[in-house]
């Protein structure tokens, strides 16, 4: 332990492990119990909330709520942010998440995921929404958690990336890739192509280099979408790539959240060596000012996404 280490951000991360294994149990069972479907609510992102999303925010919720180590945290699944410890706001830590991503791959069966955030706590008397409001790069630690075929934990405190596996045998996660880098170059591109006329011309360009079609030879990639991204960051991580959300006509700021989303695989990202950024800036350097703040996201591989970045460039500035 380091000096002047009290071990709280240690078993911060053991009750993020304990809510994921929790959560994994859940979504191993969720076709034989009548957890599938929708609650019939809308959250506040204006999205269908689904039983399993509600069961994953009250799980975390529970697992850290009365510990003393969090102070404030915020969700996907809740309007505004929570003060904990009996509403007193005391703790060193503030964790941001986003209880189960890839909403609509829940009832078929497909990867699904968790993701977190944890910051120092600012406001040491009450903390609140400032607190939840810090740059990407502020973070102490972030992490996810994959239910797929095994169910896998990935987490940085800013000194490599590791990833663990749960062995169901034993309810552990035990540590399976210490020290992730990812490529500096992958051979996927990862991004939702029905949106390919919503997009600007930059990013169509950019595509179509992927395609072969772009007059980029080297460029040429496999495509691969789940609709996941814990599940598409994760291939990508190990495999190399670039998936890329960027803005559209639908979405003009992007449809990924900037602190529950995007800030922790950027962190994730660069400390295995890729890249994140939003189009122009870093992901990380971000200064948010809403708490369910979106982002376009293009990361992966460090000279794959600095690669569009100047491919989107270089077109926009010659129309
Ligand atoms: P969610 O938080 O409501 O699940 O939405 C986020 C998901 C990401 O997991 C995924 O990358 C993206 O939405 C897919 O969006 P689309 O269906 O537009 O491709
Ligand atoms: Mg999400």
Redesign the pocket.
């Known amino acids: 332990m380091f000096e002047g280490a009290t071990g709280a951000l240690t078993n911060l991360l053991y009750d993020i492990a304990l809510a994921a294994k929790i959560i994994s149990g859940h979504v191993r069972r969720a076709g034989l119990t009548d957890i599938m479907g929708s609650v019939g609510q809308i959250n506040v ?1 204006g ?1 269908d909330q689904q039983k399993l999303d509600v069961i994953a925010n009250e799980t975390i919720k529970n697992a850290v709520a009365h510990t003393g180590r969090v102070s404030v945290l915020a969700s ?1 699944e809740e309007e505004y942010p929570v003060t904990t410890n009996l509403g007193s706001g005391k703790g060193s830590y503030v964790l941001l998440f ?1 209880p ?5 791959n829940i009832d078929v069966n497909v990867s699904i ?1 968790t993701i977190f955030s944890i910051y120092r706590t600012i406001n040491k008397d009450c903390a609140g929404l400032t607190d939840c409001l810090q740059r990407g790069r502020e973070q102490v630690a972030a992490g996810y958690v994959m239910y797929g075929s095994s169910t896998v934990m990935v987490y940085t405190t800013g000194h490599g990336v590791h990833g663990f596996t749960l062995d169901p045998s034993i309810g552990e996660f035990l540590l399976m890739n210490s020290d992730i880098k990812t490529p500096l170059s992958g051979k996927y591109y990862s991004v ?1 192509e ?2 390919f006329t919503r997009w600007s011309e930059g990013y169509r360009q950019t595509v179509l280099c992927f395609k072969g079609a772009g007059g980029e030879d080297n460029m040429r990639k496999n495509a691969r ?1 789940i ?4 599940a ?1 960051f994760h291939r990508n991580l190990l495999t190399g790539g670039v ?1 890329m ?1 960027p803005r559209d006509n639908k979405s003009p700021n992007g ?3 900037l602190l529950y ?1 995007a800030n922790p695989l950027a962190f994730i990202v660069e400390q295995a060596g890729g890249a994140a950024h939003d189009g122009l800036n870093p992901i990380l350097d971000i200064e948010p000012t809403e708490l369910h703040q979106r982002t376009p996201l293009i990361i992966g591989s460090s000279e794959d996404v600095e690669f569009v970045r100047r491919k989107v460039a270089e077109v926009e500035s010659a129309q």
């Open positions: 992102q999205e996907e986003d189960l991503d890839g909403s609509s995921g939702n029905s949106n979408y609709g996941s991204l814990v598409d998936f959300y449809k990924l959240r989303e």
